[in-house]
């Protein structure tokens, strides 16, 4: 009698494990969306300011000569070559637009909500657990018909 209890209670854990995975292997992955396209490079740098304008040329004195003979040790970085405006990329297709009550959508996906995930998690409990009540039920009446013809 204890074993079959045992045996009812294995298959209906079983049973409810199942439904559990199918509803599972039945959800979307995480990640089926494309990423979102790269933020827009930022712009370059400003080009250094130039110099002040000289509006007294008495005040500044003349350079040296050692100056002048000494050249540059090392020349200005070359330009960046230009980047494409962001502008000019084309932008992806927009996502078509969700259809509210429409039933055909969800079967294009393939996957089920997490509501309806819930769901199905709950149906298979109360499943289990109306076999177990059935069983339980049907154990105490034989006991009870058992005690009754022993009196």
Do not use: W, Y
Not at 21 to 43: D, G, I, N, R
Not at 81 to 95: A, D, G, V
């Amino acid at each position: 009698m204890g074993s079959l209890i045992l045996h009812i209670l294995i298959l209906a854990l079983s049973f409810t494990i199942h439904c559990f995975l199918l509803v599972k292997s039945q959800e979307p992955p995480l990640f089926t969306q494309s990423p979102p396209p790269p933020p827009p490079p930022p712009p370059p740098p400003p080009p250094p300011p130039p110099p002040p304008p000289l509006d007294n040329v008495t005040d500044i004195p003349a350079p040296s000569p050692v100056s002048d003979s000494i050249a540059p040790l090392s020349s200005p970085p070359p330009h960046p070559p230009p980047r494409r405006s962001p502008k000019s990329e084309p932008f992806p297709p927009p996502p078509e637009p969700r259809r509210f009550g429409g039933s055909p959508e969800k079967h294009k996906r393939g996957g089920l909500n997490k509501g309806e995930t819930v769901g199905l998690v709950f149906v298979g409990l109360i499943a289990m657990l109306q076999v177990l009540v059935v069983v339980f039920l049907v154990l105490k009446r034989r006991q009870f018909i058992r005690q009754k013809e022993t009196q």
